[in-house]
């Protein structure tokens, strides 16, 4: 079955290691078969959600006029989201956040959607993506039918390009062939 798959790439630098991945994990993807598209977030006018609460009473319209309102479409849309994010101290970016945030509009109809989850570190080892996966998996709680599928460690590489060469970039091709 050709799923459409949508990749959040949230590093703040486009071409940076987490941006790289995500090119990984659509290139996998695409030959499988699939078709996917990427959204680098630093180039989206997302605003914060002010709890304003506003589109609980309004079908899920915001009261910003911004990007989020086509980011939300596409990732109704979507049968497959990977979000990505760069690990800043243990935590996940801001935009990154941001979005989530005003994934609360329509949350409820982001309904039964696969996620993976992709980060990147300076630091070694799994442990330091912790608190964010911990992060995602809130968030996926909080929408029905919610499926996390994998998780890429793009542990180890502090300065752009230094995940090149590393195993988490054929996790992500290996992940985005197996959606």
Do not use: W
Request: aromatic share 8%.
């Amino acid at each position: 079955m050709n799923k459409k798959v949508l990749v959040l790439s949230g590093s703040y630098r486009k071409r940076g290691n987490s941006d790289r991945l995500c090119d990984q994990f659509i290139l996998g993807a695409r030959e499988a078969g699939h078709t996917a598209e990427k959204i680098h977030l630093g180039d989206k006018k997302i605003n914060h959600c002010i709890g304003c609460r506003a589109c609980q009473a309004n079908e899920g319209k915001c009261v910003h006029s911004d990007d989020m309102a086509d980011v939300m479409k596409k990732m109704l849309d979507a049968d497959v989201i990977v979000i990505a994010t760069p690990v800043y101290f243990y935590a996940m970016a801001g935009q990154v956040k941001t979005l989530i945030d005003r994934v609360f509009a329509r949350g409820s109809a982001l309904k039964n959607k696969e996620f993976y989850i992709i980060v990147s570190a300076t630091d070694r080892g799994q442990s330091v993506a912790q608190i964010v996966i911990q992060e995602f998996r809130g968030f996926f709680h909080c929408l029905p039918g919610a499926i996390e599928k994998g998780i890429i460690y793009g542990t180890g590489a502090r300065n752009v390009g230094d995940i090149e060469g590393m195993p988490a970039m054929t996790d992500a091709y290996k992940m985005g062939k197996s959606v």
